[in-house]
């Protein structure tokens, strides 16, 4: 078989070089309808008491289209760590907490003429200085159950219904590759 050539063989070749375009070009397509279909979904299933955790919820579109985040996207503190725009309890909803026992130590406010006003003083790497702590009294904190809406089975099943729409996402990126 040696010395025999394949016909076609340069154009498949060729379209292969293409494909990885055509299909980034069709996930940054898709991925934000999936990842709308999630987002509607979590926010049915978030519990609303002040609508804070519904509204934090949001679709963030990552690496031009490749990928995506849903749920509490949020701003990221310059430590680098995510604050989620001040909705961290989002996480004590959806895992829930231990029941615990805690110590709480009560400060008083000192004036300070430089700011004109009352402040709560710090020591030495921000800790309570002994001299302004009131009383000390144990707070018991009541364990609460998880009410998954993030990672919620409902949310899961969105995605794998909204992702039928990649069901012909080959034959689409083929197509674009061919032409």
């Not at 063989?9 to 999630?38: C, H, W, Y």
């Not at 049915?44 to 990552?62: N, Q, Y």
């Not at 200085?129 to 009410?147: E, N």
Request: charged letters at 25%.
């Amino acid at each position: 078989m040696a010395g025999r050539g394949f016909s076609g063989l340069d154009t498949l070749f060729n379209m292969l070089d293409r494909l990885p375009a055509a299909s980034e070009q069709e996930l940054a397509q898709d991925l934000p309808k999936i990842g709308a279909a999630v987002l509607r979904n979590q926010k049915a299933e978030v519990p609303i008491r002040t609508g804070d955790l519904w509204r934090g919820l949001s679709v963030a579109v990552l690496d031009g289209g490749k990928r995506i985040r849903v749920g509490l996207v949020g701003i990221t503190r310059p430590s680098g760590k995510n604050n989620y725009g001040g909705l961290y309890y989002g996480r004590f909803v959806e895992f829930g907490r231990h029941g615990q026992v805690v110590q709480v130590e009560r400060r008083r406010r000192v004036y300070s003429r430089a700011l004109g006003r009352k402040i709560l003083r710090t020591g030495k790497g921000g800790r309570k200085r002994a001299q302004d702590i009131v009383s000390r009294y144990t707070l018991h904190v009541k364990p609460m159950a998880a009410r998954p809406y993030v990672y919620s089975a409902t949310a899961e099943a969105a995605a794998l219904d909204a992702g039928v729409n990649l069901a012909d996402f080959w034959s689409r990126a083929l197509a674009r590759a061919q032409g």
